[in-house]
């Protein structure tokens, strides 16, 4: 088999004359930050999933901080999410000093799995974060219904699923905030941002505050005169620019098309790997439709003579680039060392054993997706 003469990466964004049209426009504009495409950037993902609020960050990791502040996360605290994510979703835990307990996934979602959040939960649970892995919505549903028993705020990781539907919504309004990622490879991009939606008032005051060093931007005392300001938390500078929000609000004009060729590259895998032994696609909700950030295979280690190790390499040879997400949260030395042992959650070490990433993104053509099928055919057998 000839091999491609080009590198096929896992994900890639997709920029226009239009997005660098916007972004050139900006520069010329006498605002390159605090100005006000951030607004218009942050009601256009507001407007998208149906959301009151949107509070745009420098990233989705800034933006995460922000929303672990807003629920008033400290030491002491408990915060439950999955090991089968970026490191992001549980770091920001560890950046307001609370303690992160890892839940088990659901072997067929690949999503955190209800159950095991609920045995997770004691008196010290303040939150928690399922993540929308691959792009399909975690059972937000059950979530929601466990945090209202227990008293618990919601932070949804969306960074794979702008875009996705869940239930005949978009995912951005069913959890008290969503985090939206806007990294490269994700749903849409502005080169690094980050956005949290919500349609809780006192959330967004405390977002906005947070990203701007914790300063109120309402003239405080005119006692003092106009130039008073004041500083009420220890905030960051986690700030949005112009220049990324007018690439944001031109991107948000193309995300349906981009999310349909994501669904359509998903499901002509699915019908080239449904029947190859070993090879085992993605579960899917009847009432859920995922965004396909990732499309990620599991390869049966019980029917497959070869390693997980030897078909990553070799299809890497062959220029394809698959990949493997993640790594469990936990296994990192970071939180080793914070007294976190293997076999934690069981099934999730055992998925990513088995675990593989196959390239999509919009830009891909059927072409390609056959290519890899090809490939991974010729690799397995
Ligand atoms: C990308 C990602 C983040 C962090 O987003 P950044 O914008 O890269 O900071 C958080 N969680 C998950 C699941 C992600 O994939």
Redesign the pocket.
């Known amino acids: 088999m000839e091999k491609r003469d080009s590198f096929l990466p896992y994900g890639q964004q997709w920029i226009d004359e239009e997005d660098i049209q916007a972004v050139v426009d900006t520069l010329r504009s006498p605002f390159l930050t605090t100005g006000p495409t951030i607004e218009k950037f942050e009601r256009s993902v507001a407007d998208y999933v149906g959301a009151k609020y949107a509070v745009a960050f420098a990233?989705?990791?800034?933006a995460?901080h922000g929303a672990c502040f807003a629920a008033s996360i400290s030491e002491g605290d408990e915060v439950i999410t999955t090991p089968i994510?970026?490191a992001?979703?549980a770091n920001c835990v560890r950046y307001m000093g609370g303690t992160v307990v890892f839940a088990d996934i659901d072997s067929k979602t690949y999503n955190i799995d209800p159950t095991e959040i609920e045995r997770k939960i004691t008196k010290k649970t303040k939150a928690i974060i399922p993540?929308d892995?691959t792009g399909q919505p975690a059972e937000m549903d059950i979530i929601m219904e466990i945090a209202n028993k227990y008293n618990l705020i919601v932070i949804e990781?969306g960074?794979?699923s702008l875009g996705a539907d869940y239930k005949g919504n978009k995912v951005g309004t069913q959890a008290h905030m969503t985090?939206f990622?806007?990294?490269p490879v994700?749903p849409v991009t502005t080169a690094?941002?980050?956005v949290i939606t919500t349609n809780s008032e006192e959330y967004y005051e405390k977002l906005k505050l947070f990203r701007s060093h914790g300063i109120s931007t309402t003239p405080y005392s005119l006692e003092q005169g106009e130039w008073y300001y004041e500083m009420m938390e220890l905030g960051y500078n986690y700030r949005m620019t112009d220049l990324q929000a007018a690439l944001g609000i031109s991107q948000m004009k193309k995300i349906d098309s981009f999310i349909e060729r994501r669904r359509e590259i998903a499901a002509l895998y699915e019908e080239l790997l449904k029947d190859i032994p070993g090879v085992i696609t993605p579960l899917q909700f009847t009432n859920t439709d995922s965004g396909w950030h990732l499309y990620s295979i599991q390869l049966d280690n019980e029917v497959l003579t070869k390693s997980r190790k030897k078909i990553f390499e070799e299809m890497r040879a062959q220029n394809i680039g698959v990949h493997v997400h993640y790594i469990p949260v936990y296994w990192h030395p970071y939180y080793k060392d914070l007294g976190y042992k293997k076999g934690i959650c069981p099934k999730a070490e055992e998925w990513y054993e088995q675990a593989l990433t196959l390239p999509i993104f919009p830009k891909m053509t059927n072409e390609d997706v056959v290519d890899v099928v090809k490939v991974l055919q010729a690799v397995i057998k």
């Not at 990233?59 to 800034?62: I, P, R, S």
């Open positions: 990233n989705g990791t800034a995460l994510t970026f992001a979703s993540v892995f990781d960074a794979h985090m990622s806007f990294h994700k690094e941002g980050g």
